[in-house]
Nanobody, 123 residues
């Protein structure tokens, strides 16, 4: 079992930045590919980014490429999502996810979810 706890959400103006954190506990953090999804009101949950178990490989949705950066800290068992140049359309609840599969499969196969953190971008 893996427990995931997100933090760092909030309200920011368009063009601003936020950094989300996802603290993992339970089974070996380094055994899992990690990632982020988001869900806007009235929309389905969508994939944002995945990072491999080693941290060497990443995979971004086109909508955030060049603006968002994912990283993982093995000493802290934490995954970070640095979000820059935020847009109103980035407004959503952001969920941390863990997968025992290869990072490229994370959009389709998630083993554990966090509870979510709200990000609101005002225009």
């Amino acid at each position: 079992q893996v427990q995931l706890v997100e933090s760092g959400g909030g309200l920011v103006q368009a063009g601003g930045s936020l950094r989300l954190s996802c603290a993992a506990s339970g089974r070996t953090f380094s055994s899992y590919a990690m990632g982020w999804f988001r869900q806007a009101p009235g929309k389905e949950r969508e994939f944002v980014v995945a990072i491999s178990w080693s941290g060497d490989n990443t995979y971004y949705a086109d909508s955030v490429k060049g603006r968002f950066t994912v990283s993982r800290d093995f000493a802290e068992d934490t995954v970070y999502l640095q979000m820059n140049s935020l847009k109103p359309e980035d407004t959503a609840v952001y969920y941390c996810a863990a997968s025992s599969k290869l990072y490229r499969r994370l959009p389709y196969e998630v083993d554990y979810w966090g509870q979510g953190t709200q990000v609101t971008v005002s225009s």
